[in-house]
């Protein structure tokens, strides 16, 4: 069987997939530590909620509507109307439903975007998006329909006490040619769970607006839901941005819905391609969102909740790494938000690749540096020297996790010191 050059390309192996099947098997295989994937915790008290609100949109027939009935390719008009009207009061953004469309998750919207506004043009051109702050999502490097679709430009790394740094963009050196027709940010990021301050947002949105381009932003853990930043950290929107949500990271990972607030004439392609592609989005998601925003649930779980949940669990993952790792083994990107926490092993006389694999046949599972800096002009030896940990798992399975992982570290210098 030959595949066309899409089918190559998207049928090959990558690093999304890797990270999902890993996922997939440390949940099924009894003893695994899970500390490379994305999948929210399990709070109780979110769980208890999102419980009896089902129950309750059982009992009075919302839940049997949004199974038995298709919604129009932009989504669930309820849940649009309703999000316009919080985001309206709540952040004085101008906009209405108009400006809201709805996908089977956020890396479908991703995809959308990305292949919307990069890619071969019709004068034979081909267009790029810029991560102007690598390392970036890995998620999104096999996103593009034509290859060489992506370009990241290296960081600033400020050292802080504790052990600890902070990537900035590099503005000085952060170049917007021709080709550029998108600019992408994560805010809080993952892998690294750093949070772009207001003044490099609102800069990255002044440059984007000068070159005539859209800046998307990717608010996934961000603010105002569900919340997971632990710095200040302003939204920001105007219909040059294209602003990213999800029902992921508030517990519901399962239900796929996210959520895209643009500019009018980009929700009605993002409606169009819904439609070709999907028909129309799942409604379970925008249905629960939609209860929960009209009992005034969304922001005060995510704020009452959810943040305070992460906050204690990052603070006790740094001080578990810290009983066995010291700084001059293990330096932590201060954690500004998201669910993951970034460690730079400067001195790891090994690639974290080469660490992955040896921690997988432990039984602990975290994700290798190098897949989260597509599109970098030039090799850079820190792409082989961090990893991602998520820090969701319970207080007993990480510090499994960090032991072993700090033995095969000094295993690795050891090895190093007799060769």
């Given at each position: 069987m030959t595949f066309s050059v899409f089918g190559e390309k998207f049928t090959r192996f990558s690093g999304i997939t890797r990270l999902m099947g890993d996922m997939n098997d440390g949940l099924r295989t009894p003893g695994a530590v899970m500390l490379g994937g994305g999948n929210p915790a399990q709070i109780p008290e979110m769980q208890a909620y999102f419980q009896n609100l089902l129950g309750e949109m059982l009992a009075d027939g919302k839940l049997a509507d949004a199974l038995c009935n298709y919604d129009g390719p932009q989504g669930k008009d309820v849940l649009r109307h309703a999000l316009a009207k919080m985001l309206s009061e709540e952040q004085g953004w101008e906009l209405t439903?108009?400006?809201?469309?709805?996908?089977?998750?956020?890396?479908?919207?991703?995809?959308?975007?990305?292949?919307?506004?990069?890619?071969?043009?019709s004068d034979g051109t081909l267009s790029k998006v810029l991560f102007p702050l690598a390392p970036e999502y890995l998620g999104y490097a096999d996103a593009g329909v034509d290859e060489d679709l992506f370009v990241s430009a290296k960081p600033n790394i400020e050292l802080l006490p504790e052990g600890q740094f902070k990537y900035h963009v590099d503005f000085?050196?952060?170049?917007?040619?021709?080709?550029?027709?998108?600019?992408?940010?994560?805010?809080?990021?993952?892998?690294?769970?750093?949070?772009?301050?207001?003044?490099?947002?609102?800069?990255?949105?002044?440059?984007?607006?000068?070159?005539?381009?859209?800046?998307?932003i990717d608010n996934a853990?961000?603010?105002?839901?569900?919340?997971?930043?632990?710095?200040?950290?302003?939204?920001?929107?105007?219909?040059?941005?294209?602003?990213?949500?999800?029902l992921s990271k508030l517990g519901l990972p399962g239900s796929r819905c996210g959520i895209v607030v643009a500019d009018e004439k980009y929700i009605k392609a993002i409606s169009n391609m819904n439609g070709i592609i999907s028909l129309s989005p799942g409604s379970i998601g925008p249905a629960m969102a939609s209860e929960m925003i009209a009992r005034g649930d969304l922001l005060r779980l995510s704020q009452d909740i959810i943040r305070p949940f992460y906050s204690r669990r990052v603070q006790e993952t740094i001080a578990t790494l810290?009983?066995?790792?010291?700084?001059?083994?293990?330096?932590?990107?201060?954690?500004?938000?998201?669910?993951?926490?970034?460690?730079?092993?400067?001195?790891?006389p090994i690639t974290t690749e080469v660490l992955y694999q040896r921690l997988k046949k432990r039984g602990v599972l975290m994700v290798p540096g190098d897949y989260f800096f597509p599109g970098l002009e030039?090799?850079?030896?820190?792409?082989?020297?961090?990893?991602?940990?998520?820090?969701?798992?319970?207080?007993?399975?990480?510090e499994r996790g960090v032991i072993i992982l700090a033995e095969e570290i000094e295993l690795a210098h050891q090895e190093h010191r007799t060769a």
């Open positions: 439903a108009d400006n809201i469309a709805l996908t089977n998750g956020s890396q479908s919207a991703f995809f959308y975007l990305f292949n919307l506004f990069a890619g071969r043009r000085d050196h952060l170049t917007i040619g021709e080709d550029i027709g998108l600019i992408c940010v994560s805010r809080p990021t993952n892998p690294t769970g750093n949070v772009l301050t207001d003044e490099e947002l609102i800069r990255l949105d002044g440059l984007a607006q000068q070159h005539d381009i859209p800046l998307l853990y961000g603010v105002p839901f569900p919340g997971i930043v632990f710095t200040d950290a302003t939204p920001l929107w105007n219909p040059n941005i294209i602003l990213c949500m999800s810290r009983r066995y790792l010291p700084e001059e083994r293990c330096l932590i990107h201060k954690p500004e938000g998201a669910i993951f926490l970034w460690l730079w092993f400067k001195d790891l030039h090799p850079w030896a820190h792409t082989q020297q961090c990893m991602r940990m998520n820090y969701v798992p319970q207080a007993s399975e990480i």
